[in-house]
């Protein structure tokens, strides 16, 4: 079936009228005389069967039919003009994006190349650090974090649900492909995550709530969790975007086909900055590599 659609230009002119309250500011913003926007708002209501303005002493006001049809076509007309700009117009500028560390290291920073080949004019500054920049005070345009639990306050988007699982370090197997059973992984050397007591939480969740860990190590940051199971000296919780390199290279394996869910990753930005094209096209590249890390 057809979509219908009242004439663009009508709808242009609808929409300034209704922004300024004012027929004669929206044919200076649209470059046309006040009886062109009349005319076409006149033609809009006949089309609809609908009034959309009423004349007050001022000028003019929406009707609440009017308010109510302003309110859902400005943010299409918005969408379709930026989808244009994008379009027309190639990104450049930069943008500053602040990460947590184990995410820029491991997963970003080695896919980093595809963007810039995508958008050689955009600069792409990156603080990997565990500080929060404050998104509010322009600290950075846009950041990467991670979260144990709910939504950022701030406008954001879905990077990464996957879960934990217990990897290492092949050799640790003996070169078996057959994956080693609870009991035994419970007698291997586990490096625990300086963040969590993750190990109990995914012994709990595999149906061994009491499992003793005799061989626990003190608690390590990330990466050096990461390189120590790198090195063959134990298994690591690791979510699966941070070691999906050294899997597929075959440095690490997992030990377990049993995760857990402990956080999510997001991007968190403002609103208005992601209006600028090449916040917008990173924003997007980001987003469109990351769709398999989302369930």
Known sequence: MPRRLPPLNALRAFEAAGRHSSFSKAAVELNVSHSAISRHVRGLEKRLCVQLFKVI???????????????????????????????????????????????????LMPRLGQFDTLHPNVKV???????????????????????????????????????????????????????????????????????????QLWFAEAGMPNAELPNISTPLAAMLAIES????????????????????????????DIGIDYGRIYLVYRPETIKRNAVNAFRNWLLDTTKELRN
């Not at 322009?138 to 979260?147: G, S, T, V």
């Not at 709910?150 to 057959?178: H, M, R, V």
């Not at 609870?182 to 969590?196: G, P, W």
Request: proline letters at 5%.
């Open 57 to 107: 002493a001022r000028g003019v006001e929406l009707t609440e039919p009017g308010k109510k049809y302003l309110s859902e076509i400005s943010p299409t007309l918005d969408q379709i003009a930026d989808a244009t700009d994008r379009l027309l117009i190639a990104p450049e500028g930069s943008v500053s994006l602040s990460c947590e560390s184990t995410f820029a290291i491991k997963w």
């Open 125 to 199: 500054g990156i603080d990997a650090t565990p500080k929060l920049a404050d998104i509010e005070q322009f600290e950075c345009d846009l950041a990467i974090r991670f979260r144990h639990h709910g939504k950022p306050e701030q406008a954001s988007d879905l990077i990464s649900n996957t879960q934990f699982y217990p990897i290492g370090a092949p050799e640790l197997n003996g070169g078996a492909k057959k994956l080693p059973d609870l009991t035994e992984l419970q007698n291997f050397k586990l490096i625990q995550d300086s963040k969590a007591r993750l190990w």
């Open 229 to 256: 199971a790198l090195a063959g000296q134990g298994l690591f919780l690791a979510s699966e975007e941070v070691v999906a390199s050294d899997v597929k290279a075959g440095k690490l394996m997992r030990f377990s």
